[in-house]
């Protein structure tokens, strides 16, 4: 099995992330696939291999292993269940601005906002992408495929993590409908990220329907998921959207609309249901 394992300069050993879950992955049953599970699965396989490997170097791929599971198993439920609303995972902030799935003169403001608060009042508007944006396929189907993912290769997780793509630049204001943030735990840290950015995003679409000038618009919904959740974590996620308290006008809502514990697909599909729900009542 050393194609799941290689070595750098200093012979400390590399996780092959895509080689190691494709292994793994691909011998398990998908009738039997539980996201909890198959992630100790993977870190056992891979220690057996060589159990010097450390605990930092699986916190950095386990987060990308379970949103390689969640991601495969929500574009089958979309495909399967013929409904509009589809998660499409996100790159990192530093490779690409979620924005910009916006038609370009709607994205022209979310630029001339940043630029204006830097160059007047030297602000930066910093959030990091979330992992998810949820879209409403009714317009944009024509971008996508209805066929499910049976066969997982390198090739079919590129494609997957390439989707949003598709839409750069084509979504009206109202194509996308939220966002989601999946994480394998939520600690003190992350919590806060969630929170900054269910708050930020909020913020912003307020700013695009007042610049589109949108009388009736239809909102948007930030929801979290982890394998696992304490009180705490459900209890600081109940934090205020900001933009939403600044005026006795507007109605306070939370900066994070629902969280979901996610350690099987059962628990993704009601999560999905949930989020169906919570977005159509908008």
């Known amino acids: 099995m050393s194609d799941i394992i290689t070595y750098n300069c200093n012979n400390k050993p590399v996780i092959k992330v895509v080689e190691s879950f494709n292994y793994v992955i691909n011998s ?40 390689w599971m969640v991601s495969i198993d929500s574009y089958n439920h979309w495909v399967e269940n013929g409904h509009n609303l589809l998660l499409l995972n996100l790159p990192n902030i530093s490779r690409f601005d979620s924005t910009s799935l916006y038609l370009p003169e709607i994205h022209s403001f979310v630029l001339d906002l940043r630029n204006k608060l830097e160059s007047t009042h030297d602000i930066q508007m910093i959030s990091s992408n979330p992992d998810y944006v949820i879209i409403d396929t009714t317009r944009l189907g024509q971008y996508f495929k209805r066929e499910k993912i049976t066969t997982i290769t390198r090739e079919s997780l590129e494609s997957l993590d390439n989707l949003y793509k598709n839409i750069i630049n084509k979504c009206e204001l109202d194509d996308i409908v939220g966002y989601f943030s999946l994480k394998t735990s939520f600690r003190p840290d992350r ?63 939370r900066a994070v609309d629902n969280v979901f514990t996610i350690s099987n697909r059962d628990q993704l599909s009601e999560a999905i249901a949930l989020m169906q729900s919570s977005i159509l009542g908008m």
């Open 28 to 67: 398990v049953p998908e009738s039997e696939w539980n996201y909890k599970d198959s992630l100790n699965q993977l870190q056992n396989t891979l220690l057996e291999e060589d159990n010097s490997i450390n605990s930092s170097a699986f916190s950095n791929v386990r987060g990308t292993w379970f949103e």
């Open 191 to 253: 919590r806060l990220q969630i929170a900054h950015e269910g708050s930020l995003t909020k913020a912003i679409y307020v700013h695009l329907q007042t610049r589109s000038w949108l009388m009736d618009p239809r909102g948007i919904k930030y929801f979290g998921g982890a394998l696992k959740m304490s009180v705490a974590d459900i209890r600081a996620l109940k934090t205020v959207a900001t933009h939403s308290i600044t005026t006795v006008m507007s109605k306070p809502e």
